[in-house]
Each structure stands twice: as structure tokens, then as C-alpha cells.
């Protein structure tokens, strides 16, 4: 047997992923891998079994790979084997591989050379292209007045196994049926590659809602998230930059100098130094909009002010929900924190103190539309946007991470607790 260029496990859970509502077939099935002189020469199956030669399979890219192996998945998932009883064996294998190759083509997988290729096939169920197909056949031995010679192999699969599987069904010897159980014996292909749509949206929705907690302004709903050891990531911008000596130079630091228009063009810190300790007040964006591991981000970036500041951390969504003092990053990885809810970033303005000798930043993704609608005017605040290059608060300065920075503090992050 030649070696084997693909992972079985890995194909499978590839189409775990791309497949669901087929998920039940994918993980019964079982996948026997033949070698070069076996009868089967590329792909088939019997309906209990998926053969796959792996010299041909290592003529393929693994995206080729999964489009190989979905299609036989699918022959049984839609019960094509037991539905090719009483039809002409050519034209039905025809018809399911064409049906079959143009969703997995619309699905973004890309057809080997050799499979069957109907355009039109995407419109029409099996059944029906079986139809179209047979009356073709008809009309053109009407005209031709001669016979057809019939024969099992079509496309780039071998369907041989599924007239003598039929007859074993018939016989009862046949006792295993691994099609979808959510389908009969009358499946629609179209129906039920929409319904694989919908899960899919459906699943992804659901991964959403868990990495995301309560979605913004879902009834104002909150929830507690607790951290333990969210790690340390090295910093996205000099932070010791944004303390306040810094800022004093206002003028200079943010009156000539801008970022690009990717960011928005908006202003950024120039390199001024200073020796003394200050203090810190970091409110961070807590509603519904904020990933939990955007708040992990912002918290490993706040540990890398502790040497230069004291800080203190409070978190908002349509509330403030005041400060707790830091001392050490352990008190950063134990932060209980309320997420959920809407946005109000006026009451995060109110909330810093009006001393003007303690830093005040903003941690937030910025999602407000494009206006903050804060009442209580503060030059003070230095806004810190992650993702969104179009967030105006009406007052103070706004930094602006790009997403494609923010993705790095993952890929630096040294103990990443998840």
C-alpha cells in the first residue's frame, strides 16, 4: 500500500464542521483505506462502509480530499443507495453525483478533475434530474433506434457495490442503514442541504453568544464572569507614553501628528519620557458588544502599566459599577467583573474622578455608531478604541488599536488561561 498522504480524523472532522446536519452518518460510518491494486480505484461505498483508495487520494489537496469523502458521506446521508431500486443504475448514479458535486461546489469545496459536472443541477433534486435525464435518454434512443450499454462507473466514484447492496436489503441480509434518521426514503437534496445551512448559522450563532456572553442590549441582561489566570501579553503601544506628564504636552503630543487612514486618521502619542510614578483610573467596556477575550486583551495589556502607575479599574455597560483598587497583576487575574447589558458612555465620563493629576482611560470596542453622546464633557479621558476606527466620543483622545494589532496580543500572550 502506498503511503498515506491524509489524515482520516482530520477529513472527518473537517466535515464535522462544514457538515452537521450530516453529523450522525460522519461519525458512523466506517472509513477503510485500500491500496493501489484494489478493485476500488478511488472512492465507494455500500452504504455501511466508506472505501478510499489512498494512491488516488494522494493525487489531492486536502480541500479535494473533503470534497471526496463528503460525497460519499452523502450518498448515504441521503439514502441514494436505497433509493436507486427500480431505476436505470447509469442514470441515477449520474443524477446523485450531479446533484451531489453542485451543492459541495456552491459549499466552496472544489471538484476534482473528473467528477460529474451538471450546472443545472443545483436547482433540481435527484429525483428530478433523474427524470430529466432518463427522458433524454429516451428520446435519443428514439432517434438513434439502437440500444444502450450500461455501465456502473460514473464520475470519479465507484457506485458497483449499490445494486448488490439493494438486493441484500431486499433479502434482509442488509440490517444497517446509516442514513440521516432526520430523513426518508423521499429526500429532498435541496431541503436538506438548507437544512445543513441553517445549522451551520445556527451552531455559529451559538459560538457567538459563548465567546460574546449576553449580546448588547438583550433585554439590558447581565451576567458575572470571573477570571483566573488570564496570562500576560507583551503591549500593543508604549503605555508609559499615555501617563500623564505625557499628556501635559498636549499640544505636542497630539496637535501635529496622526495615523493613517486605515486608523482613522486618528492622533497618536509622541515618544516623551518621564521618571516619576502616577495614578491610573481604567474604566473598561463591559456590555453586550465586548467579548470575554477582548476583556482577557485589555487586562493583560493593563498589567503592563503597573510598573509605571497605581491603578484603579472600574467597568461599565449602561452603568458604572465602580472601582476596585490593583495592587499586583494577581488582583487582575481575580477581577469579578459584570458583563452584558447596553452602552452608556456618559456614565463611564462621570465616573473618573475630576482631579487632574490621575490618568483616565477607556477601554472599549467602540461600537456606539459612530457617536458616544457623552453630556459630561471631559478633555481628560484618553479613549482607547479596539477595532472600530469610526468611535467619536465628543470630548478627550482616542487611541485607536487596529484589529490586525489586537489579533498579535493573542499570538504574544506567554500563559493564556481559557
Known amino acids: ?73 452523502c450518498h448515504i446521508a441521503l439514502n441514494h443507495i436505497q433509493r436507486s431500486k427500480g431505476k436505470n443504475h447509469k442514470l441515477w448514479n449520474i443524477a446523485t453525483d450531479g446533484v451531489i458535486n453542485q451543492h459541495l461546489k456552491k459549499d466552496g469545496l472544489p471538484m476534482p478533475e473528473g467528477v460529474v459536472d451538471i450546472a443545472d443541477a443545483i436547482k433540481l433534486d435527484a429525483e428530478e434530474l433523474y427524470q430529466k435525464l432518463l427522458a433524454e435518454k429516451n428520446q435519443q434512443q428514439e432517434q438513434n433506434d439502437g440500444g444502450d450499454q450500461e455501465n456502473s462507473q460514473v464520475g470519479h466514484d465507484d457506485h458497483s457495490m449499490w445494486e448488490e447492496t439493494t438486493k441484500q436489503k431486499e433479502q434482509g441480509n442488509n440490517k444497517s442503514n446509516l442514513g440521516n434518521q432526520n430523513q426518508s426514503q423521499d429526500t429532498s437534496e435541496k431541503e436538506i442541504f438548507e437544512k445543513n445551512n441553517e445549522e451551520k448559522i445556527k451552531r455559529a450563532e451559538d459560538v457567538m453568544r459563548k465567546i460574546n456572553g449576553i449580546r448588547r442590549g438583550l433585554e439590558g441582561q447581565t451576567q458575572a464572569v470571573s477570571f483566573e489566570n488570564i496570562g500576560k501579553a507583551k503591549s500593543v503601544t508604549n503605555w508609559k507614553k499615555m501617563l500623564k506628564k505625557a499628556l501635559e504636552l498636549e499640544d505636542e503630543a497630539w496637535g501635529h501628528k496622526f495615523s493613517d487612514k486605515a486608523s482613522g486618521y486618528a492622533a497618536r502619542i509622541e515618544d516623551v519620557e518621564y521618571d516619576d510614578k502616577s495614578e491610573t483610573e481604567i474604566i473598561l467596556d463591559t456590555s453586550g458588544s465586548v467579548s470575554v477575550d477582548l476583556l482577557k486583551n485589555f487586562l493583560r495589556q493593563v498589567k503592563n502599566l503597573l510598573k509605571d502607575s497605581a491603578i484603579k479599574i472600574g467597568t461599565f455597560n449602561s452603568r458604572f459599577n465602580g472601582f476596585v483598587e490593583i495592587k499586583n497583576e494577581s488582583d487582575i487575574d481575580h477581577l469579578k467583573i459584570e458583563v452584558g447589558g447596553g452602552t452608556n458612555f456618559d456614565v463611564a465620563s462621570s465616573a473618573f474622578t475630576k482631579r487632574k493629576d490621575v490618568n483616565k482611560i477607556c477601554f472599549t470596542d467602540g461600537q456606539d455608531s459612530g457617536n458616544a453622546g457623552i453630556k459630561d464633557k471631559r478633555r481628560d479621558i484618553v479613549w482607547i478604541s479596539f477595532g472600530n476606527p469610526k468611535f467619536k466620543p465628543d470630548y478627550g483622545k482616542v487611541i485607536y488599536v487596529p484589529k490586525a494589532q489586537l489579533d498579535k496580543v493573542d499570538d504574544n500572550c506567554n500563559e493564556l488561561s481559557r
Open 1 to 73: 500500500m502506498a503511503d498515506i498522504a491524509f489524515d482520516i480524523d482530520k477529513i472527518k472532522k473537517k466535515m464535522l464542521i462544514k457538515y452537521p446536519y450530516f453529523g450522525s452518518t460522519i461519525s458512523s460510518v466506517q472509513y477503510q483505506i485500500v491500496g493501489g491494486s484494489h478493485r476500488i480505484n478511488t472512492a465507494a461505498t455500500d452504504g455501511k462502509i466508506i472505501y478510499v483508495n489512498a494512491d488516488f487520494m494522494a493525487t489531492l489537496s486536502e480541500d479535494k480530499q473533503v470534497f471526496i469523502m463528503a460525497h460519499e458521506v
